[in-house]
């Protein structure tokens, strides 16, 4: 499991496109993205956040896909709030999107 280190509300703030290479580098094939922490770094205009997602997304096939929204409807706008709140009329059930991404070119760790 790749160390994220407290405290967590500053994960999006410390993402870098450099990490990726090392999670192939570690073996750490598998990356799950929450959307709350996505959106919220999104949504905040953060350049790290913008540029490791579009890296990711350039290194990795997306395997799957979670959406808490039913199904047809269009995703509403990222609040955290709502997204705990399980408000808009969108969602089928609350919590985030949830992405798995699994990265090209890498071998996983045995062990």
């Not at 540029?51 to 997306?62: H, K, P």
């Amino acid at each position: 499991m790749w160390p994220v280190e407290r405290p967590f509300q500053a994960y999006e703030k410390r993402l870098r496109v450099r990490h990726i290479d090392r999670y192939r580098e570690r073996g750490y094939c598998w990356v799950i993205v929450g959307g709350t922490q996505k959106g919220r770094g999104l949504k905040a205009g953060l350049t790290s956040s913008r540029n490791y997602y579009r890296a990711l997304d350039a290194a990795s096939e997306q395997t799957v896909r979670f959406s808490p929204y039913d199904r047809g409807a269009d995703p509403v706008e990222f609040s955290y709030d709502d997204s705990f709140n399980y408000r808009p009329r969108a969602f089928a059930r609350p919590g985030p999107m949830v992405e798995i991404h699994r990265l090209r070119g890498c071998t996983p760790a045995l062990g």
